[in-house]
């Protein structure tokens, strides 16, 4: 079913999807054993990436150890170990910024309890914080195109946020929201804003996220 | 401060009457360091007096005309101490009036090797003047020949020149055998010449003669032609000396005069301000001490004796600041701040202080713990990264162009995807220097002291004091925050410096709401 809300009682959901980043190059290694000795491999209990990035270009995935052994600038995530390994450029371990290393994960929140695409909604976003979208743009003649929505708030009473900002780079990273009413399945959810994160306020109860145009950052 | 202008001088006619007419208005530059290309103003048309500065300079390092360095002492003289240099102007001949021109070279008088120029021996063929040979007591002998020459001259000095005197008809009983520096007897040579009765005056633009090397004359010999207006019982000389023949077409052909009206194609190098001790004043605390007591007529005691001291020593780099057009003070002041990463902020007790960021917890600093605040915000401020940082500096006097040193910090762009370029303007003039600031902004410089770390999110806090709390505070004061909770790795924050930025005091409430980064930002 389509997102067709019907402006009476339309029971909206909020969702937001964050893929924030790790820094990896900061981290100790660990080499991996012989024959696969230039791979080198950290815990990363967050689960199977989404993307490894090495000084800002991904690194290609690979379903094997043996493969990651088989080519430079690969990772190989072993979801049983929950380990990630990684080939960097020379078969070397990271050191600090060399390279920039990071890992994705995509945070899920929502503004109620949901499931949309597989996977589960962690629903601690207030119900009544959804933002208005705004986009705009001139004559030809006039540019001033924009695209602007508020900032995404989290509830943080118990304090769950307050050091994964230093665990974790939150900032200028990809952040999809979506809008649909809920339990009419996905087909009814729609994006609203594709954009960046950006400055993060704090406090004893909520976090919130700033975000950014699209055009913000090099895509 | 934002409505202080300066330079706060201006040139007037009243006070040079024969200045530049275009000049009145004008700001008299300040100008502090080493700076080059200047543009001077001519105050004394008919002396040829040009100035560079409102007080004393230190030095005045070259004088250039069209490009061609001028030779101090014998094509221009200096007074520091007014700022002033002066270069003889233009000849100007009158009509019917008699002139001599006189030529003159620095090679060894030398029977073998010197120069001749092309003469006349019928003396009776030109009537309007004769030449001389001049030894060297300054003896006028009439060899009663004249030279082959022409007198070109212009209407005005943005006028095309003609031929005002013509000796250029070649017949026969010409030679080369005028000689310059072929023995003591004629250590110069002159030709007198009559100007037409009517017309004029005319600007001399320059004089043509003939001229052959006999052997080799010194190659780099100066050549020069001079006018004068009389030669006994003295020489009087009209305008200034031409430029060295030698550096046009032809033996020494062509002596080119220099054409100086007010707008004069000059630029100039100095060292500008002195500090009180005589020497080129380039320290930033000196400067602004000498801008609050010597520019604006301050009280030299306004600005905060120890921080004055501190910062003499903690920013060391030196400047240069040319302060030719009128500009707020605040604006300097920006520009100075940003150039060293220091502060002009008033204090209260009623100096203005000179803060910088350093290392170490200041005695004093006050502890605010959790049953302190009534609010508290935490921010990570990911708009204030910087990728890339350009610092100009060194600007050139004349075109107002700097030289850019840019640095740039890899965690920005690959961290944070930051691609943004912060430009700051400075008055530092030496690249080392420029580099070094542009590292500290970024954070990314190899040592300590003045990192600023914009290559990370700014780690900012901002918080209200319970009533009666923080009203001692000002920005660039130190706070210590301890709360059970905040952004951070642990979650908490137990005894962390913040460096205060702004400070709001309600004294309808009592409180105080202060914006603070994380110190160990900030130096």
Same mark, same amino acid.
């Given at each position: ?43 990363? *209990?967050?689960?199977?990436?989404? =993307? ?34 990684? @080939? ?44 208005? $979208? ?6 030809? @003649? ?30 200028? =990273? ?32 909520? $976090? ?12 | ?74 094509? /221009? ?14 000849? $100007? ?23 001749? /120029? ?122 200034? =000396? ?119 917890? *200041? ?40 030289? $850019? ?74 706070? =210590? ?43």
């Amino acid at each position: 079913m389509a997102f067709e809300p019907n402006g009476y009682d339309p029971n909206l959901v909020m969702l937001v999807d964050i893929e924030i980043a790790r820094r990896l190059d900061t981290l100790a290694w660990t080499q991996a054993a012989a024959p696969n000795t230039a791979c080198w491999y950290v815990s990363h *209990p967050e689960g199977e990436p989404s =993307k490894v990035e090495g000084d800002g270009a991904a690194y290609t995935q690979n379903s094997s150890l043996a493969s990651c052994q088989a080519g430079t600038r690969r990772w190989f995530y072993d979801a049983t170990l929950e380990r990630l390994y990684v @080939h960097i450029t020379g078969g070397g371990s990271p050191t600090i910024a060399n390279p920039y290393l990071l890992s994705f994960h995509v945070r899920r929140l929502a503004t109620d309890v949901e499931e949309y695409g597989g996977h589960l909604y962690l629903p601690i976003l207030p119900a009544d914080s959804i933002p208005s $979208v705004s986009s705009s743009t001139g004559r030809f @003649h006039e540019n001033g195109t924009s695209l602007s929505f508020g900032t995404i708030k989290i509830l943080n009473g118990d304090g769950r946020f307050d050091t994964l900002f230093d665990a974790f780079i939150w900032e200028a =990273k990809r952040v999809t929201v979506r809008l649909g009413e809920k339990g009419k399945g996905d087909a009814n959810y729609m994006v609203i804003f594709d954009g960046w994160t950006g400055d993060i306020s704090w406090n004893d109860d909520f $976090v919130e996220i700033g975000t950014e145009d699209l055009r913000t950052l090099v895509l | 401060m934002g409505a202080i202008k300066i330079p706060r001088y201006r040139y007037s006619l009243a006070t040079y009457p024969n200045m530049d007419p275009a000049a009145e208005g004008q700001v008299i530059p300040e100008r502090y360091g080493t700076l080059y290309n200047l543009v001077p103003i001519c105050i004394d048309l008919n002396a040829g007096k040009w100035k560079l500065n409102r007080r004393e300079i230190h030095a005045i390092t070259a004088v250039r005309e069209a490009g061609q360095t001028l030779i101090s002492g014998s094509e /221009y003289t200096s007074d520091l101490a007014n700022a002033e240099f002066t270069i003889g102007v233009t000849p $100007v001949l009158q009509p019917s009036t008699v002139y001599y021109f006189v030529l003159e070279s620095d090679y060894t008088i030398d029977g073998v090797n010197y120069l001749g /120029y092309g003469q006349q021996t019928d003396g009776s063929k030109y009537t309007g003047g004769t030449l001389y040979y001049i030894n060297g007591a300054g003896t006028w002998t009439d060899q009663a020949k004249d030279l082959y020459f022409r007198i070109w001259a212009k209407a005005s000095l943005e006028a095309k020149a003609f031929i005002l005197v013509d000796n250029w008809v070649w017949v026969a009983g010409w030679n080369y055998k005028a000689l310059l520096r072929a023995s003591a007897a004629n250590t110069r040579i002159a030709q007198s010449f009559k100007t037409p009765a009517s017309g004029g005056p005319w600007y001399l633009s320059n004089i043509q003669v003939e001229a052959i090397a006999v052997g080799s004359p010194s190659a780099s010999r100066t050549t020069r032609a001079s006018v004068l207006s009389a030669y006994s019982p003295s020489e009087i000389q009209v305008g200034v =000396k031409s430029y060295r023949m030698e550096n046009y077409t032809g033996e020494a052909n062509r002596a080119y005069f220099p054409q100086r009206g007010a707008a004069t194609d000059l630029t100039v190098d100095i060292e500008g301000i002195e500090t009180s001790g005589g020497a080129l004043m380039t320290n930033v605390a000196d400067i602004i001490q000498d801008i609050q007591a010597n520019i604006l007529d301050g009280d030299a005691d306004a600005l905060n004796a120890a921080d004055l001291v501190a910062l003499k020593a903690a920013r060391t780099e030196t400047l240069a600041l040319n302060l030719d057009t009128e500009i707020d003070f605040e604006s300097i002041i920006n520009k100075l701040e940003s150039g060293q990463l220091w502060k002009y902020i008033p204090l209260l007790d009623g100096t203005i202080g000179l803060k910088f960021a350093a290392a170490g917890e *200041p005695a004093g600093t006050p502890h605010y713990r959790d049953e302190h605040f009534k609010s508290f915000k935490m921010r990570r401020k990911w708009s204030a990264i910087y990728e890339r940082v350009k610092v100009k500096y060194a600007q050139d006097g004349g075109s107002g162009e700097f030289l $850019v040193a840019e640095a740039e910090a890899l965690s920005a762009k690959y961290l944070y995807r930051s691609m943004r370029t912060l430009e700051v303007e400075t008055f530092l003039t030496n690249g080392a220097d420029a580099l070094l600031l542009a590292e500290d902004y970024l954070g990314t410089s190899a040592s300590a002291g003045r990192r600023q770390y914009l290559c990370w999110p700014t780690v900012e806090v901002e918080f209200e004091l319970r009533a009666g709390l923080g009203w001692e505070l000002i920005p660039s004061m130190k706070v =210590k925050l301890t709360r059970a909770r905040a952004m951070s790795a642990s979650g908490a924050l137990d005894a962390v410096l913040f460096y205060v930025m702004d400070v709001q005091k309600d004294s309808g409430s009592g409180m105080v709401k202060v914006t603070a980064i994380l110190d160990a930002m900030t130096y």
